[in-house]
């Protein structure tokens, strides 16, 4: 009797036993998965840059937009100077047109008078022309 007595303890020791080591995994398992949370947590607040990280960062984009905005300038002054470069080439062609224009035709002139006479023609305009300037600087 005694051996039973002990074989009924002994299993009723394996069995709280039994429970307890169930219910202690399973505060494991509880455990566990609030580990992995933290980690979790953790990571995510050790990739969120610090204040040092973001002054670096906002003093690298302001040397960039000043470095944009110096490209810039730059380019629009050299395109003001690239189109003044044309426009007076343009108009120095012009007056080189006009001046062939005024020399074939002195030497097409075989007279005097025909001479004299594109002499005041060329008066005439360069009076027409200096008036249309004058009218329109006022």
């Given at each position: ?10 299993a009723e020791i394996d069995e709280e036993f039994?429970?307890e080591n169930a219910k202690l995994i399973a ?112």
């Amino acid at each position: 009797m005694e051996q039973e007595e002990h074989a009924q303890v002994l299993a009723e020791i394996d069995e709280e036993f039994d429970n307890e080591n169930a219910k202690l995994i399973a505060k494991r398992k509880l455990v566990a998965v609030e580990n992995r949370k933290v980690n979790i947590v953790q990571r995510k607040i050790e990739n969120c840059p610090s204040k040092i990280e973001i002054t670096q960062f906002h003093k690298r984009l302001v040397e960039l937009f000043d470095h944009l905005n110096m490209k810039t300038e730059e380019i629009r002054r050299h395109s003001n100077l690239y189109n003044t470069v044309q426009q007076t080439q343009m108009l120095f062609n012009k007056e080189k047109k006009y001046l062939e224009e005024i020399n074939s035709s002195y030497r097409g002139c075989k007279a005097k008078k025909e001479k004299e006479l594109l002499k005041n023609n060329i008066a005439a305009t360069l009076a027409a022309i200096k008036q249309n300037i004058d009218q329109s600087q006022k």
